[in-house]
């Protein structure tokens, strides 16, 4: 495995905003799809968005309106603008990377803690 390099973690109130990134060292044409996922305590690890090197987006329906995943593709880079955040989006981050061919990069994950 290939480990991304995620940031941008934090405390913030609810209602902030958080940006997210992660980099790969993958070459750019074997990717096949970066995500997000997060684990909350008690809880299983979730997809909350993915978005693939042609640029179709997924999310899971507790964000939809307020996170953005977007890619630049001459960094290797995801990132996960979050907006409008609540208490429920406390978890750790965890950026994945799957290849066209096959492999499944994790990161190290960065908390985000939402709370007052």
């Known amino acids: 495995q290939v480990q991304p390099v995620e940031s941008g973690g934090g405390l913030v109130q609810p209602g902030g905003s958080l940006r997210l990134s992660c980099a790969t060292s993958?070459?750019?044409?074997?990717?096949?799809?970066m995500g997000w996922y997060r684990q909350a305590p008690g809880k299983e690890r979730e997809l909350v968005a993915s978005i693939t090197r042609s640029g179709n987006i997924k999310y899971t329906d507790s964000v939809k309106g307020r996170f953005a995943i977007s890619m630049n593709s001459a960094k290797n880079t995801v990132y996960l603008q979050m907006n409008s955040l609540k208490s429920e989006d406390t978890a750790v981050y965890y950026c994945?990377?799957?290849?066209?061919?096959?492999?499944?990069?994790w990161g190290q994950g960065t908390q985000v803690t939402v709370s007052s």
């Open positions: 994945n990377v799957k290849g066209v061919q096959i492999y499944d990069d």
């Open positions: 993958r070459n750019i044409f074997s990717i096949n799809v």
